[in-house]
């Protein structure tokens, strides 16, 4: 009896962090498929799917410092002067900072059309992500423009 008994201990650790750890590859997989969504919806001015996306307390802070919510972001995907012709990923880092909170820290290519002219911006952004009634949801974004051709 008293050798199972460190054998079950060990047991159930297994199946703890195996658990765990199975349950963090899900949540990031999410993260980057919302990440993805994100980035879709802007290209494609899709409001309803960047809406299943982003928190209803949403704050993006832009390149220029101004701050957006939810609803800004919104009205200006459909009102914009710009046309976003693809956002290609460069690099993506996904994490879980707590069970409930995840970071996306991403640099792009994005190749755009203001007033008829064709440019390409280096661009890096980094979204926070929370896990909100077993639904993670973006709360948070700041972008960076890193240059142009």
Same mark, same amino acid.
């Given at each position: 009896?008293?050798? $199972?008994?460190?054998?079950?201990?060990?047991?159930?650790?297994?199946?703890?962090?195996?658990?765990?750890?199975?349950?963090? !590859?899900?949540?990031?997989? +999410?993260?980057?498929?919302?990440?993805?969504?994100?980035? &879709? @919806?802007? =290209?494609? /001015? %899709?409001?309803?799917?960047?809406?299943?996306?982003?928190?209803?307390?949403?704050?993006? =802070?832009?390149?220029? !410092?101004?701050?957006?919510?939810?609803?800004?972001?919104?009205?200006?995907?459909?009102?914009?002067?710009?046309?976003?012709?693809?956002?290609?990923? &460069?690099?993506?880092?996904?994490?879980? $900072? +707590? @069970? %409930? =909170?995840?970071?996306?820290? @991403?640099?792009?290519?994005?190749?755009?059309?203001?007033?008829?002219?064709?440019?390409?911006?280096?661009?890096?952004?980094? &979204?926070?992500? @929370?896990?909100?009634?077993?639904?993670? /949801?973006?709360?948070?974004?700041?972008?960076?423009?890193?240059?142009? %051709?």
């Amino acid at each position: 009896m008293k050798k $199972l008994i460190p054998l079950l201990f060990i047991a159930v650790l297994l199946i703890f962090f195996s658990n765990n750890s199975f349950s963090q !590859g899900n949540d990031i997989e +999410t993260l980057k498929r919302l990440n993805r969504a994100f980035l &879709d @919806a802007l =290209v494609n /001015k %899709d409001t309803t799917e960047l809406g299943k996306v982003l928190a209803n307390d949403f704050l993006l =802070v832009n390149p220029g !410092g101004l701050k957006m919510n939810r609803g800004n972001n919104l009205a200006n995907l459909q009102s914009s002067n710009q046309q976003v012709v693809s956002i290609g990923i &460069d690099s993506i880092y996904v994490r879980l $900072l +707590t @069970a %409930d =909170v995840g970071s996306v820290l @991403a640099w792009t290519n994005n190749i755009i059309i203001v007033g008829g002219k064709k440019t390409t911006l280096k661009i890096c952004y980094q &979204d926070i992500y @929370a896990k909100r009634n077993n639904e993670w /949801k973006a709360v948070a974004a700041h972008v960076t423009l890193l240059g142009n %051709d």
